[in-house]
């Protein structure tokens, strides 16, 4: 029988210490900042134990390593291939595509709109528009909002 997953939310005033320093030791190991987890154990102060006991189950409830979120327009061709080249734009300055409408076309011309997850280590954002813009068959690409 698999035993039932419960979740709570707490102000971090109600959470243990120890758990509070294996969330700081897992950041401090994603940042690159310690490169063993021995290394970040001793940095934080707590047991190796204690880590590989509680780091599957805490996180902080907002990720700090989130970035900004856009939502883009771009207008083009109703011609097969320039859908997977925005896609691929998109990928290559590594945003992630949280949600994609297209418009049915009309007179050969459709409207895309995404919004799209930019991180931290994303490339310019700018230029991933600018970048789209150079595709074949669009028309434009503008940024409608920014979060």
Sequence with gaps: MS????????KEKAVPEVLLKVVEAKRLLDSGKCSSVQEVTELVGISRSSFYKYKEDIFPFYK??????????VQLDDEPGILSEVLRTIARFKGNILTIHQTIPVNGIASLTLSVDILPQSGDIDGMVESIEKISGIHFAKILSKE
């Design 3 to 10: 035993e039932k997953t419960t979740y709570y939310v707490l």
């Design 64 to 73: 700090n390593d989130k970035g900004t979120t856009i939502t883009l327009l």
